[in-house]
Each structure stands twice: as structure tokens, then as C-alpha cells.
């Protein structure tokens, strides 16, 4: 059987530990490969390589390293297919939304090409007589990356590409689960001209994470998924005095008005909710219902939730892949088991698909609840899956109190035609990421992506501006440049005059 090792300075490299992870085709339920699970002295000895790249890369002037970044980019677009079915054949996406997501990733690395500008400091000539001061941000070091299964090429696009362009060097730990992609993206960026040591991948589960936090050579570590490990992630960083941007999960709800486009919102929540099968930190789980839309929202969900095609990802014809691994379907399958229990009204029924030819892949159709509240644990808790819950509410105010008082605030969306509504929607919603008639709000790659509340823990969002201050530390320089008089000692608190 296949094994997948590490990556660390410019090449394949076996790990010293007999740990091995299982990783799966979604599709077919069959055991593909193993992933060699790093041990702490793996971890250890990639920082070391990763430490002594930074002498030389961080010295490296911005435009060189842009331009490495920028054939990364051209091979990227080159291995767009081969990459797009690595991450179908682990993760059991559809191939048009894994060549989706390889996109959104790739609008990063284009980000990146631009580090040259974006790393433009500031200067104030004179800021006391003969006196200028300006600003520089710098690289931190070795810094980390540890990421989600759903997303095995972008979410590590969403770190790395700006990291290194900062003049960093990386480690990515990905998910064990899907760990091919990281691996190739390696080897992508070496055929660019990366010089060996820059970007690193380790594979592993919690042992290869501690080690990465307790690591002192390791400056700053980015972190998405789930919420109790982002927690984990934020508190020990922060105890090892790193730098830390912490994703977490999400309940994300769409809120449909009475006068909305109802076309439009029944499309726009159809692909929220049951593409990626539900995997997806920005899904909308939550149909919020408002006035009296809900018996025509739900009629016409629950036509479009019945007709879902579900197959393999590579059946070009399939709308909704499988689940990642046999465990996540049965965690699903008891929510909705769950729901049934709680009370509300299960419209759409997707457990216990078979699939003839695929009987062993991780399947489940797309899931439809109506009358779901807010006490019910099936509102509250993130499924993860192809379950779509609505909530009836009277009031826009209602709908609003619901969201605000919900521990995650990832993203939300409205769809209304109503200006005023959108508008103070937008300006009083707590979430980080806010659609008006868009039903996925996620940030292109020049802004930032980050979510409010239990959906983040640091301060700050990734890619985008925040990207660039989050991989790089501020430096402000004062200098005056004696003509000739030497001053004599100052002993009170220097004022420009
Ligand atoms: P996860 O938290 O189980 O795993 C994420 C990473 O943490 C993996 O690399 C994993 O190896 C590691 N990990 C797992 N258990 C650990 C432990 N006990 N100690 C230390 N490290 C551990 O998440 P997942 O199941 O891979 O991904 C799904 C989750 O990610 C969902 O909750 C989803 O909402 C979230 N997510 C969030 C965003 C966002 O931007 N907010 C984006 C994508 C995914």
C-alpha cells in the first residue's frame, strides 16, 4: 500500500516513527494509503531545516521572492487536474467544486506576487527637526500551519503562500485525513525555485501538533478547524509566547425575507447547504425563515433536496459527493437521528443511501428540517454534513436576536429586496463574514477571511492585509544624522521639537 511520508528540505523523506494513519477514497470506502505520523524529533528536525532556510530566504530581496511565488502560481494553473483529483480521490468533493476551491487558493498565490508593494513601509520625513522615522514590517521565522480536512489544497493556500512570500519558512501540518495534496504542492513550489527548506510538510495528528507548539524556534502558528482544537491551538501558542490566528467552526445562518427573491434564495441555499456535502466552515445550516415565507420555502427545498444527485466526485453528473471517512457519516446520521428525537419535522430524508457500485462509499442524501428552535442541540451544535435546518421567525428583529445570540459567528447571509433591511443587517450582525443576496460571503483573496465569537480566536483573519501583518512584525526606526554638532546626553524623555 501506498505511504505517504513527510516533505521537508526540498525532498520525500521517511518519518522515524512506526505510527500510521489510514486514508480513504470516499468515494468507493476503500483504504487507499497510509500517512506516516510524525514524532516529536520529526517535527523538530524539519524546524531545525526550516531555521537555517530563514538565514537566506528572508534576506532574499521581495521581488525575488515574488517571482518564485509567481511560477508557483503558473504550476498551479499547469497541475490544476491533477490536483483537482487528489483532492476528490481523498476527500470525495465533486471535481468542479474541488477545482473551485484549488482556484480560491490559487487567488492567494496571485495575492503573494504582489509582496514587493504590499510590504511598502512608511517613512515621515522631519518628524522633528532633521529628524525621519519610518516603518518596516520584517519576517518572523519559522512560523506553522495547521490545517482542516474539507479544504486540502486552499486552506493551506490561505497561510503559506503569503507566509513565505513575507520571507518566512513554513511547516504545514495537514489534515491526516487528505494529506496527498500538501505533499504535491511541495514539490510544485521546489520545481518553482523554492529554495530547499522554505516550505516543509508534516504529517501527523495531536503528537506532531504539541510538538509544533511546543517548538521555541517556531514564531507564529495559524490554525483552522474545528472549535475545540482552535481553543486548544490559541491557549498553548499563547502559553509558548507565539503568535496565533486560531479558525474555528461555524453555524451559519441565510436569512430569507418575505420579499426576497425566492428563486434566487432556494438556489443560493441549495448550494450553501448540500455542496461539499455540507463540508464547509461557510455552509448554511440554518434557513431562517421570516413572516410567513416558511411553507413556500420549504416546499420548494424540499423538491430540489430530493432531486439532489448524489455520487462519486468524478461523476462528472454528481451535485453531492460523499462524507470523508465512515466515522463523520455515523456522527451525521446520529444528528439527524438526534433531530427526529428533539421534535422537529425531518422533510428530506438522506440516511442510509446506498449507491449501487459504490455500496461502501461514505454517502448520505441531502437532509431537510423543518421547525427546528433554538434549544434543539441539532441549531446549536455544527453537523457538518448535508443537513439543513429552518427556523421560523416573525420579525426581521427576531431573526437577527437569533443569529446574535448564537456562539459561532462565521458567515451569515441575507436575501432580501429591501435596502434598509440589508443595509442595517450588515452594520448590526454579529458574524465576521456578512452576504446581502449572496449566499457563500466568502472574502476574495485581497481581503480577509475571519469569523466572529467561537468561529475565531486571535485577532486576527487570514489572507489579505491581515495576512501580511500576521506574518511579519512592525519595525520603526528614528534616525537624525548629525551635521557635524554632537549633541550632549539627553536624560529626560525624548519630545521632537
Ligand atoms: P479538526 O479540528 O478535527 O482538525 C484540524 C487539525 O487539527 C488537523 O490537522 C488535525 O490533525 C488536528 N487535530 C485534530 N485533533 C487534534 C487534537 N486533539 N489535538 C491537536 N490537534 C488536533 O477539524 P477537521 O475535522 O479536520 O475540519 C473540520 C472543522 O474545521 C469544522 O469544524 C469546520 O468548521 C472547521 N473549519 C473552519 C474554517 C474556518 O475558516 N473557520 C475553515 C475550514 C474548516
Known amino acids: ?76 494553473e499547469k497541475n490544476s487536474d491533477e490536483l483537482t483529483k487528489l483532492i476528490v480521490s481523498e476527500h470525495g468533493k465533486v471535481y468542479e467544486d474541488a477545482r473551485g476551491s484549488l482556484t480560491r487558493g490559487l487567488e492567494v498565490v496571485e495575492f503573494a506576487c504582489g509582496i514587493p508593494h504590499l510590504l511598502k513601509g512608511e517613512f515621515s520625513e522631519n518628524v522633528g527637526t532633521n529628524v525621519d522615522s519610518w516603518s518596516i514590517r520584517q519576517p518572523l521565522g519559522v512560523v506553522a500551519g495547521i ?12 497561510m503559506f503562500p503569503i507566509a513565505i512570500a513575507c520571507g518566512n519558512t ?39 501538533v504539541d510538538a509544533i507548539l511546543e517548538n521555541k524556534d517556531i514564531k507564529a502558528v495559524s490554525f483552522v478547524g474545528s472549535t475545540p482544537i482552535a481553543k486548544y491551538i490559541y491557549e498553548n501558542s499563547a502559553k509558548n509566547e507565539k503568535r496565533v490566528q486560531a479558525l474555528g467552526g461555524a453555524k451559519n445562518h441565510l436569512v430569507v425575507m418575505p420579499d426576497c427573491d425566492l428563486d434566487g434564495a432556494v438556489n443560493g441555499l441549495m448550494g450553501a447547504a448540500y455542496g461539499s456535502a455540507g463540508e464547509r466552515c ?41 462524507l470523508v471517512t465512515k466515522e463523520h457519516l455515523e456522527k451525521v446520521t446520529s444528528y439527524v437521528d438526534l433531530g427526529v428525537k428533539e421534535g422537529a419535522k425531518l422533510v428530506v430524508d438522506g440516511r442510509g443511501l446506498k449507491l449501487q457500485g ?15 428552535n433554538k434549544d434543539m442541540r441539532i441549531y446549536k451544535e455544527e453537523i457538518f454534513g448535508p443537513v439543513l435546518s429552518v427556523v421560523r421567525v416573525k420579525t426581521f428583529e427576531e431573526a437577527a436576536k437569533l443569529i446574535n445570540d448564537h456562539e459561532y ?89
Open 409 to 497: 459567528g462565521n458567515g451569515v447571509s441575507i436575501y432580501t429586496r429591501d435596502g434598509d433591511a440589508g443595509r442595517t443587517f450588515a452594520s448590526k450582525i454579529q458574524v465576521g463574514m456578512v452576504g446581502i443576496n449572496v449566499p457563500i460571503p466568502v472574502p476574495m483573496a485581497f481581503h480577509s477571511f475571519g469569523g466572529w465569537k467561537r468561529s475565531l480566536f486571535g485577532d486576527s483573519g487570514m489572507h489579505g492585509m491581515e495576512g501580511i501583518k500576521f506574518y511579519t512584525k512592525l519595525k520603526t526606526v528614528t534616525s537624525r544624522w548629525p551635521s557635524g554638532v554632537r549633541s550632549n546626553a539627553e536624560f529626560v524623555m525624548p519630545t521632537m521639537k
Open 358 to 372: 459504490y455500496e461502501n462509499g461514505f454517502y448520505i442524501g441531502g437532509c431537510l428540517f423543518d421547525h427546528v
Open 282 to 322: 461557510m455552509a448554511q445550516s440554518v434557513a431562517v425563515a421570516v413572516g410567513d415565507i416558511g411553507d413556500e420555502l420549504v416546499s420548494r427545498l424540499s423538491k430540489k433536496a430530493e432531486a439532489l444527485k448524489v455520487g462519486p466526485g468524478m461523476d462528472k453528473t454528481s451535485e453531492m459527493g460523499p
Open 147 to 158: 490545517t482542516p480536512f474539507n479544504f486540502p489544497a486552499m486552506v493551506p493556500m490561505w
Open 170 to 208: 513554513f511547516i504545514l501540518k495537514p489534515s491526516e485525513k487528505d494529506p496527498s495534496c500538501a505533499i504535491r504542492l511541495a514539490e510544485l513550489l521546489s520545481e518553482a525555485g523554492l529554495p530547499d527548506g522554505v516550505f516543509n510538510v508534516i504529517n501527523g495528528d495531536k503528537e506532531a
Open 1 to 76: 500500500m501506498k505511504l505517504i511520508e513527510h516533505f521537508v528540505n526540498g525532498k520525500i523523506i521517511p518519518g522515524s516513527s512506526d505510527k500510521k494513519g489510514k486514508v480513504f477514497n470516499p468515494a468507493t470506502g476503500e483504504q487507499v494509503s497510509e500517512v506516516r505520523l510524525a514524532s516529536r524529533s520529526d517535527l523538530d528536525s524539519a524546524v531545525e531545516v526550516a531555521k537555517k532556510a530563514f538565514e537566506i530566504w528572508s534576506l532574499k530581496p521581495a521581488l525575488q521572492r515574488a517571482r518564485i511565488i509567481f511560477k508557483f502560481k503558473e504550476l498551479i
